[in-house]
């Protein structure tokens, strides 16, 4: 168990935790000169076998910073307030802020008892008793102690022994992360950090990541509570040992997280809900600017209300613009303090760390968040699949949720969800949201072909556009490929079509083009015939020639690079491939006429025709006189994954693999 101290400079907070655990927590020369904690204090109480971690925090209100890196995690309170002094300034803030953090179990430690007399005592323990009543610590109990006396000390020992005992291990669950509170060379041994294990479990050896810097490290050795260990887990104050390249004191400090490395992806922009406290003189209204804390870090922000101004006292959703990245997680609880560092006016608890910049106060948003504001993952998921866009990447839900990949798992196969995989992307639906999806991917192919009953098919970007939901490019080609293999629809290179639509030519153009094939084939397929040059070589009409590859572009067969010009659609996905590979070979990834010349073996003339048809499709995006392959248009006449690459010897490799895709429809 974790305790935390909280109170007002001077009311014995280090005094009490000493005499408890026989530990001096005031290190620093100038903390001893002073008579404060100035930085946070480590002590341990050990019993057969057991400890309790304390955080001795500062009460000095230029501290409360400090105190605040030290406030997460904890398990339990330890309100300190002297008897002769009664509650003050600090002692207010600071159980405001362990009420924000939702903190539920403490005891008051009424100091200096002995100062006081049992008048004194009774009016101090009645207003202390008041200003607990609204928060999530009333009804703890108020307890007279002096460490001059020893007064209520054994009873105070009991006391937390006892909570020790009811606290829940929080065992292994969710992933590795440490909040750092401390970092410092130590002779001999190197970099080490301190800090609470907010979740999971490391070991010596693990690889883990500094974040948000991103800084790959690996641990060396582990103290877990105050003692050498093999592994620290969820609720444990750890020193971590690390190594690796890169990692020094000067680039490991307050406020970075230790993480497993699945959980590396720093936020800017986080959606909230804030609690702002009833004395504050004014509402929250946009763009106010405030210091954010969270964990240990401290960062500058500026506020959005998503449902208008939050008043003193009330509650609301927001949107909070960091100054710079941070490791988080939803369900995380953050305080606010203005911007001057003055007093604390609010806190609540993270929502969704990829919150958008734009339709950020929609109904639809709104009602995402009130999803995502369930505590339980699975019930979280369900409600999100409920919502548009119908959709949830579990793989970055599983990760801003800090959960295991055991977890992610559970969640995975949960009854009722269908799965896509598709490389590192793992989209799961609602399975009746799923059939639904299918059955419209169909019955939009069949509108199509009923309109268009001499095309070929459809471009498969035309049809994603079309659908609800509008899966990601990668995911959308996975569901496509299962799709082909259980014989429900046709690939062919970029189209689409249902496996009982056929576009055929009559026997006399079948003929004709069987004629022609092989002219515009072959060894001369990258300088095919104009459409005059083939009338006497097929014997046929020069208007009978140009209707029929006309007709034959439209169902795929042939593309038309130039006026009159045809190439076969094998050899338009051949020359897409030369394309590629000519980007892949240049230095800076563009693509110049005479490289690609060279390639084909052809006239310089034919070759800027083809890379200009290659422009006006998208396949690449040109600048002046170099081209650059589209991203955005990649699959365009390339041969899809599963078939057949054209007829012919390539100047090029062979198209890349499609990512790995998969399928799951838990019973």
């Known amino acids: 168990m974790i305790v935390g101290t909280a109170g007002h400079i001077d009311h014995g907070k280090t005094a009490l935790v000493r005499t408890l655990t026989g530990v001096e927590t005031d290190r620093l020369k100038e903390e001893k ?191 877990a509570q105050n003692q050498p260990a093999e592994r620290g887990v969820a609720g444990q104050r750890c020193a971590l040992n690390l190594t690796g390249e890169g990692i020094s004191r000067d680039v490991v400090s307050r406020g970075d997280m230790i993480l497993d490395p699945a959980l590396h992806a720093p936020t800017t922009r986080i959606d909230a809900r804030l609690r702002l406290l009833d004395n504050e003189p004014k509402p929250v209204g946009n763009l106010l600017t405030a210091r954010l804390h969270h964990a240990s870090v401290e960062v500058g922000v500026r506020l959005v209300p998503l449902e208008g101004a939050i008043p003193p006292g009330g509650q609301g959703r927001i949107q909070l613009m960091l100054e710079r990245p941070i490791a988080a997680a939803v369900g995380d609880r953050f305080i606010l303090r203005d911007a001057s560092a003055q007093r604390t006016i609010g806190g609540g608890r993270f929502l969704d760390l990829r919150g958008p910049a734009r339709k950020r106060r929609t109904t639809e948003r709104l009602e995402q968040l009130d999803a995502a504001a369930q505590t339980e993952p699975a019930e979280a998921l369900r409600r999100l699949l409920a919502l548009p866009p119908f959709h949830v990447e579990l793989s970055d839900f599983v990760r801003d949720r800090a959960l295991s990949a055991a977890e992610g798992e559970a969640l995975a196969a949960l009854p009722g969800l269908t799965g896509i995989e598709a490389g590192d992307l793992h989209v799961v639906m609602a399975q009746d949201r799923w059939q639904a999806f299918q059955a419209s991917l169909l019955a939009e192919l069949a509108r199509f072909h009923e309109e268009n009953p001499d095309l070929q098919g459809t471009g498969r970007e035309r049809l994603r556009m079309l659908l609800q939901p509008r899966l990601p490019v990668p995911v959308f080609r996975a569901v496509l490929e299962e799709e082909a293999r259980a014989g429900r629809l046709v690939l062919e290179g970029a189209f689409l079509r249902l496996p009982g639509h056929e576009v055929r030519l009559g026997p006399e153009d079948e003929d004709l083009f069987a004629r022609i094939a092989p002219l515009i084939g072959g060894s001369h397929r990258f300088r095919p015939p104009r459409v005059r040059d083939l009338v006497p070589m097929v014997g046929a009409e020069e208007a009978q020639i140009r209707r029929l590859m006309k007709l034959c572009t439209r169902l795929g067969r042939v593309d038309q690079i130039a006026h009159d010009h045809f190439f076969l659609r094998a050899t338009t996905a051949e020359m897409v491939e030369i394309a590629h590979d000519v980007a892949a070979r240049s230095s800076d990834g563009t693509i110049t006429a005479a490289a690609f010349r060279n390639r084909m073996d052809n006239g310089r003339k034919v070759a800027i025709q083809i890379l200009d048809f290659l422009d006006r499709h998208g396949v690449t995006l040109r600048r002046g006189d170099l081209r650059r392959i589209n991203p955005h248009r990649n699959d365009l006449f390339r041969a899809y994954a599963g078939e057949v690459p054209p007829a012919g010897s390539m100047n090029g490799p062979a198209s890349p693999p499609e990512p790995e895709s998969r399928m799951t429809s838990p019973p």
């Open 33 to 223: 000169a002073r008579g404060i904690t100035i930085e946070l204090g480590f002590a341990y109480l050990a019993e057969a076998g057991h400890s309790i971690g304390f955080v001795d925090v500062p009460g000095h209100e230029r501290f409360v910073h400090t105190m605040l890196a030290g406030a997460s995690g904890i398990d339990f309170a330890l309100l300190v307030v002297a008897a002769d002094d009664g509650p003050m300034p600090q002692t207010l803030e600071h159980l405001a802020i362990l009420d924000l953090l939702g903190l539920r179990r403490g005891v008051v430690a009424l100091s200096k008892a002995d100062l006081a007399d049992p008048a004194r005592r009774d009016a101090v323990t009645a207003e202390i008793r008041a200003l607990l009543a609204p928060t999530g610590l009333a009804g703890a109990e108020i307890l007279p102690v002096s460490t001059v006396t020893g007064e209520g000390l054994d009873r105070l020992r009991d006391m937390l022994w006892q909570a020790a005992a009811d606290t829940a291990s929080r065992g292994e669950a969710g992933a590795f992360r440490l909040a750092v509170d401390r970092s410092f060379i130590l002779a001999g041994t190197g970099t080490m950090v301190t800090g609470t294990v907010l979740s999971g479990a490391v070991a010596v050896g693990d690889t883990v990541v500094v974040s948000p810097a991103g800084l790959p490290a690996r641990i060396r050795s582990i103290h």
